[in-house]
């Protein structure tokens, strides 16, 4: 536990990043958030790489840069909410990391979705009952995990030393 870096999953919008940074301040540890690095790679915001070059391109940079992170010790790391559909992208993370996933109820995260449909080309378009079929469908691809916590009536903070209690009994 002590060397392995840290790999935090969940649905858009749970709080990866946040609480991911929060994690990091608290363990003296890097944070590496995967969605600003790609956007770093491509210059451009993420609704603009699905707009120019597609997802696929955008998974492709995911991929390489999850890679690129998770063969590195102590850090900790926020993956966007469709990573894991990449198998691949799974199996690195779980055999190389600690992997954490960030649970959330639909009826809390259906109050969020005010702030997150700008910047989330997945969610743009897409009615609320749309919204929630994928939520429902993207469960199954954070089933494998070695934490799990649930981060409903949690602040930040609150749901930052959840994380570490709970990887402290991994
Ligand atoms: C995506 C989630 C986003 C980002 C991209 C695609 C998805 O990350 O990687 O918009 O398909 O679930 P967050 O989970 O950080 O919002």
């Given at each position: 536990m002590?060397?392995?870096?840290?790999?935090?999953?969940?649905?858009?919008?749970?709080?990866?990043?946040?609480?991911?940074r929060e994690v990091a301040d608290k363990l003296n540890r890097n944070?590496?958030?995967?969605?600003?690095?790609?956007?770093?790679?491509?210059?451009?915001?993420t609704t603009e790489i699905f707009q120019t070059y597609g997802q696929e391109t955008f998974r492709r940079k995911e991929k390489e840069l999850i890679k690129k992170y998770t063969q590195q010790k102590q850090l900790v790391i926020s993956v966007g909410g469709g990573a894991f559909l990449q198998e691949e992208v799974k199996q690195l993370?779980?055999?190389?990391?600690?992997?954490?996933?960030?649970?959330?109820?639909?009826?809390?995260?259906?109050?969020?979705?005010?702030?997150?449909?700008?910047?989330?080309?997945?969610?743009?378009?897409?009615?609320?009952?749309?919204?929630?079929?994928?939520?429902?469908?993207?469960?199954?691809?954070?089933?494998?995990?070695?934490v799990k916590v649930n981060t409903d009536h949690l602040n930040v903070d609150e749901a930052a030393y959840k994380v570490i209690n709970e990887l402290g009994a991994v």
């Open positions: 002590e060397q392995k870096s840290i790999v935090l999953i969940g649905f858009m919008g749970v709080g990866k990043t946040t609480i991911g944070f590496i958030d995967i969605d600003s690095e790609i956007e770093k790679a491509f210059d451009i915001p993370c779980l055999s190389n990391c600690i992997v954490v996933f960030l649970d959330i109820s639909w009826d809390t995260w259906k109050e969020r979705i005010g702030f997150l449909t700008r910047t989330r080309p997945n969610l743009q378009g897409k009615s609320l009952g749309e919204i929630k079929e994928l939520f429902n469908e993207r469960q199954p691809i954070y089933k494998n995990h070695h």
